[in-house]
């Protein structure tokens, strides 16, 4: 038998009992599109993580006060009390380093912002000039804080885009001054939308020179240090000296933790890689139903077909050919199901993506790859046992039985 | 051509054995025109399978044109059938979703012939059994006269050296059964070996030679 006149044949059957086809199809489909959508969701976030780490810096490392293996990042909390904290000359310091580009100090603290009648609580962050360019941020109007000697308490601030439009509306913030607690800053730039990042919104926060917010909160303690390395390559030598460092100016004690981003993206990497893994073979489990599904459909056919299997051992089908009648049948099947349920996954990822834009779906290529070949491979498995059955059918009683 | 000896064939039902076959000995020769008659359950169908290497026999030998197929494995014999054997059935067996030309092909398409050659055949047998028009009908769209020409048709469109034919007119009224049996007996004409099962007396009793049949042994062969 050719293969042409194989896949002609199998067309035949297949086009001819449409329900039959179109249960398999759905059942097949859905076993695809559901590892598709469930892996692209997996990736999506996966992605979305990343890219969020990516977007706080370019070979980030964080200084955080006080020693600990796990340190988070949090930035939304006050100022933590550590044993020994980090000043604002400990910061400074590490631009010593070969492998430090910069640095910038960091305070957080909320402060009550002022500006004529309208008030709101806000957070407030203490910096440096240094913090525009680690960070990634953008100013929309105006300056970024100037640079010059961070102990030098300069009466300015930046403001978040959201802070600027909900108070001061369509009027110019720029040269206007507003109060935090009893201190007077004059606005010089509004940073460009951002949004969301990591929990920490920039769109609402107020930025003003680091010495400002040590008067402000009444402290020398800096929440973190923000260093970029020069390169990538540096990051583990940055790191090292941010350490050396550190414990020489805090007599021998090694009381900070040193956080690189590098190390965070990779764990954060192997926990969601994996999860994608694990929830698309839970997917694709559907898809060992959908084989059991084509086996009984294929049983139920091989009765029913009783008498065309004697007709064709009759005609001069030999074992194989039988076989191979049913198997390029369920292949056939198998592909039809894998193709629209590669379709509807697609669609379904769309329209996941549709409602929650920002993060990006897309479905891992292994999922690509292994969704379709286990439909196949499943719904080949799954018709041995009818094909063998078939094959073996006696002709005379086949045909004799009406 | 076809050399049957000893032949038995026996079914077992529950505990009991059915001798379908008892000791059949039957020699055909090449383009002979046989006609089996008998009572129902006399074992002609079985006598008909066994000829046709659908069934193997119990005990026996078997030969086909000079070759011993007693022993012939399932492939093997699946190949014998398509090459040498054309089967023509009481209830015609034609696959409900293909056309009258896809069930005409069959034989072909199981053999590997390559389509052209296939198409030629194809044309030929349409025409010569006058189903042209009908090509492309589906079983369902036909009648049963015109189902047991497509029978007739897919049985010859791979050149057989013997034509089988298990009461070929026993699911037809008397004219269309005319028709057929003329049909057979044409390709008899034209040099074909035809062994035909039949209840149908008048029918039988146009054979050039006679096979009678009763519980399951040959009672009488008339030339
Ligand atoms: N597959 C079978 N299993 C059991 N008994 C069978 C089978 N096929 C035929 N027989 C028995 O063998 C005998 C001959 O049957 P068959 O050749 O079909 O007769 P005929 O065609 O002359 O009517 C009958 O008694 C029948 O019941
Ligand atoms: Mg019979």
Redesign the pocket.
């Given at each position: 038998m050719r293969f042409s006149d194989l896949i002609g044949f199998a067309w035949q059957v297949v086009r001819g009992s449409r329900s039959r086809t179109f249960l398999i199809l759905l059942a097949m489909s859905i076993g695809v599109a559901a590892v598709v959508v469930v892996s692209s969701l997996g990736e999506g976030a996966r992605r979305y993580v990343l890219n969020q780490f990516g977007s706080l810096g370019t070979n980030l490392i964080i200084v955080l006060p006080g020693r600990s293996e796990t340190g988070g990042i949090n930035p939304g909390v006050v100022v933590a009390k550590t044993p020994r904290s980090l000043t604002l000359d400990d910061a400074l310091a590490l631009t010593r380093s070969q492998a430090i580009r910069r640095v910038a100090p960091l305070i957080v603290g909320a402060g009550d912002l002022r500006w004529g009648s309208k008030s709101r609580e806000t957070p407030v962050l203490g910096s440096t000039a240094e913090m525009l360019d680690i960070r990634h941020m953008e100013t929309a109007q105006g300056h970024f804080l100037p640079a010059g000697d961070p102990h030098h308490a300069q009466p300015v601030c930046v403001i978040g885009a959201k802070l600027r439009r909900e108070l001061f509306g369509a009027r110019q913030p720029l040269g206007e001054w507003v109060r935090i607690g009893d201190r007077r800053f004059r606005v010089i730039g509004v940073l460009a939308a951002q949004g969301e990042s990591l929990g920490f919104n920039t769109d609402e926060i107020i930025i003003v020179p680091v010495a400002s917010a040590q008067a402000l909160f009444n402290t020398e303690a800096l929440f973190r240090v923000l260093v970029e390395a020069k390169t990538r390559q540096q990051v583990p030598q940055a790191k090292a000296d941010v350490e050396e460092i550190v414990r020489t100016r805090h007599e021998g004690e090694r009381d900070v933790t040193v956080i690189t981003q590098d190390a965070v993206l990779a764990t954060f990497d192997r926990i969601l890689t994996a999860l994608t893994l694990a929830v698309g073979g839970i997917a694709g489990i559907s898809l060992g139903v959908a084989g059991i599904l084509i086996m009984n459909v294929m049983l139920i056919s091989v009765t029913q077909r009783r008498r065309e299997i004697g007709l064709l051992k009759a005609l001069g089908a030999t074992g194989a050919q039988i076989r191979a009648v049913f198997f390029t049948e369920a292949v056939m099947l198998a592909l039809g199901g894998a193709a629209v349920g590669l379709a509807i996954g697609e669609l379904g990822q769309w329209m996941v993506g549709q409602v929650y834009p920002d993060i990006p779906f897309s479905p891992p290529w292994w999922a690509l790859i292994a969704a379709p070949g286990t439909a196949v491979v499943t719904s080949v498995l799954f018709s041995v046992s009818p094909a063998r059955r078939a094959a073996r059918l006696d002709p005379?009683?086949a045909l004799s039985r009406r | 051509m076809i050399r049957l000896t000893d032949i038995e064939r026996v079914?077992t039902?529950g505990d009991e054995q059915?001798h379908?076959l008892r000791g059949v000995n039957l020699v055909i020769g090449p383009g002979e025109y046989l006609s089996i008659m008998?009572p129902?359950?006399?074992?002609?169908?079985?006598l008909l399978n066994v000829l046709g290497l659908l069934d193997r026999p119990n005990a026996g030998r078997y030969e086909l044109e000079g070759r011993d197929v007693t022993g012939l494995s399932d492939d093997e014999l699946a190949r014998v059938r398509r090459e040498r054997i054309g089967f023509v059935f009481q209830f015609f067996h034609l696959v409900p979703r293909l056309t009258a030309e896809g069930n005409i092909e069959l034989p072909m398409v199981l053999a590997g012939i390559e389509p052209a050659e296939r198409r030629r055949r194809l044309d030929r047998l349409l025409a010569e059994y006058g189903l042209e028009s009908r090509a492309r009908h589906r079983p369902d769209q036909l009648s049963g006269g015109q189902c047991q020409r497509v029978a007739i048709a897919r049985a010859m469109s791979m050149n057989p050296s013997v034509i089988l034919a298990d009461e070929p007119t026993g699911n037809l009224d008397r004219s269309t059964g005319q028709e057929v049996i003329a049909l057979l007996e044409a390709l008899h004409a034209g040099g074909g070996t035809l062994v035909m099962v039949t209840h149908d007396a008048e029918i039988g009793g146009r054979a050039k030679r006679r096979i009678r049949i009763v519980d399951g042994r040959i009672v009488g062969d008339e030339r």
């Amino acid at each position: 038998m050719r293969f042409s006149d194989l896949i002609g044949f199998a067309w035949q059957v297949v086009r001819g009992s449409r329900s039959r086809t179109f249960l398999i199809l759905l059942a097949m489909s859905i076993g695809v599109a559901a590892v598709v959508v469930v892996s692209s969701l997996g990736e999506g976030a996966r992605r979305y993580v990343l890219n969020q780490f990516g977007s706080l810096g370019t070979n980030l490392i964080i200084v955080l006060p006080g020693r600990s293996e796990t340190g988070g990042i949090n930035p939304g909390v006050v100022v933590a009390k550590t044993p020994r904290s980090l000043t604002l000359d400990d910061a400074l310091a590490l631009t010593r380093s070969q492998a430090i580009r910069r640095v910038a100090p960091l305070i957080v603290g909320a402060g009550d912002l002022r500006w004529g009648s309208k008030s709101r609580e806000t957070p407030v962050l203490g910096s440096t000039a240094e913090m525009l360019d680690i960070r990634h941020m953008e100013t929309a109007q105006g300056h970024f804080l100037p640079a010059g000697d961070p102990h030098h308490a300069q009466p300015v601030c930046v403001i978040g885009a959201k802070l600027r439009r909900e108070l001061f509306g369509a009027r110019q913030p720029l040269g206007e001054w507003v109060r935090i607690g009893d201190r007077r800053f004059r606005v010089i730039g509004v940073l460009a939308a951002q949004g969301e990042s990591l929990g920490f919104n920039t769109d609402e926060i107020i930025i003003v020179p680091v010495a400002s917010a040590q008067a402000l909160f009444n402290t020398e303690a800096l929440f973190r240090v923000l260093v970029e390395a020069k390169t990538r390559q540096q990051v583990p030598q940055a790191k090292a000296d941010v350490e050396e460092i550190v414990r020489t100016r805090h007599e021998g004690e090694r009381d900070v933790t040193v956080i690189t981003q590098d190390a965070v993206l990779a764990t954060f990497d192997r926990i969601l890689t994996a999860l994608t893994l694990a929830v698309g073979g839970i997917a694709g489990i559907s898809l060992g139903v959908a084989g059991i599904l084509i086996m009984n459909v294929m049983l139920i056919s091989v009765t029913q077909r009783r008498r065309e299997i004697g007709l064709l051992k009759a005609l001069g089908a030999t074992g194989a050919q039988i076989r191979a009648v049913f198997f390029t049948e369920a292949v056939m099947l198998a592909l039809g199901g894998a193709a629209v349920g590669l379709a509807i996954g697609e669609l379904g990822q769309w329209m996941v993506g549709q409602v929650y834009p920002d993060i990006p779906f897309s479905p891992p290529w292994w999922a690509l790859i292994a969704a379709p070949g286990t439909a196949v491979v499943t719904s080949v498995l799954f018709s041995v046992s009818p094909a063998r059955r078939a094959a073996r059918l006696d002709p005379v009683m086949a045909l004799s039985r009406r | 051509m076809i050399r049957l000896t000893d032949i038995e064939r026996v079914f077992t039902v529950g505990d009991e054995q059915v001798h379908a076959l008892r000791g059949v000995n039957l020699v055909i020769g090449p383009g002979e025109y046989l006609s089996i008659m008998g009572p129902s359950g006399s074992g002609k169908s079985s006598l008909l399978n066994v000829l046709g290497l659908l069934d193997r026999p119990n005990a026996g030998r078997y030969e086909l044109e000079g070759r011993d197929v007693t022993g012939l494995s399932d492939d093997e014999l699946a190949r014998v059938r398509r090459e040498r054997i054309g089967f023509v059935f009481q209830f015609f067996h034609l696959v409900p979703r293909l056309t009258a030309e896809g069930n005409i092909e069959l034989p072909m398409v199981l053999a590997g012939i390559e389509p052209a050659e296939r198409r030629r055949r194809l044309d030929r047998l349409l025409a010569e059994y006058g189903l042209e028009s009908r090509a492309r009908h589906r079983p369902d769209q036909l009648s049963g006269g015109q189902c047991q020409r497509v029978a007739i048709a897919r049985a010859m469109s791979m050149n057989p050296s013997v034509i089988l034919a298990d009461e070929p007119t026993g699911n037809l009224d008397r004219s269309t059964g005319q028709e057929v049996i003329a049909l057979l007996e044409a390709l008899h004409a034209g040099g074909g070996t035809l062994v035909m099962v039949t209840h149908d007396a008048e029918i039988g009793g146009r054979a050039k030679r006679r096979i009678r049949i009763v519980d399951g042994r040959i009672v009488g062969d008339e030339r």
